[in-house]
């Protein structure tokens, strides 16, 4: 048997969220915050969210660095995070459909378009 270390996923789902897409938490001890995704990462099925989850890290001093303890965003699985609607500023899922020749992203509470 293979450590989980070693497994490969066979692929990675199609995500619903991107990079620059306002969100609020629905789970945690961030519960009901609001931020912009910073980062995903598709692989674990996580992201950085602005302003949210934060944790404290303690840093060595480097010559650029001067050390100590700093407060920066931890990854937030996608499952706690709910696009914000653009109409009406709630939360929301996400949907696709093709419009034309290409398939865009909507709200599911609107059915508005997503950028």
């Known amino acids: 048997m ?24 629905l789970a945690g001890a961030s519960k009901g915050k609001q931020g912009e995704i910073l980062e995903i990462f598709p692989h674990r099925n996580k992201a950085i969210v602005e302003d949210v989850n934060i944790v404290k890290k303690h840093q060595k001093p480097t010559n650029d660095n001067p050390g100590g303890i700093v407060d920066q965003p931890a990854p ?15 939360a929301t899922r996400v949907g696709r459909r093709i419009e034309g020749d290409k398939v865009v992203r909507y709200s599911k509470k609107s059915g508005e378009i997503i950028k």
Request: hydrophobic share 35%.
């Open 76 to 90: 937030i699985h996608l499952s706690n995070l709910a696009l914000i609607d653009p109409k009406s500023g709630e």
């Open 2 to 25: 293979a450590n989980k270390k070693q497994q490969q996923k066979r692929f990675t789902p199609k995500l619903k969220l991107k990079k620059g897409d306002r969100v609020v938490v």
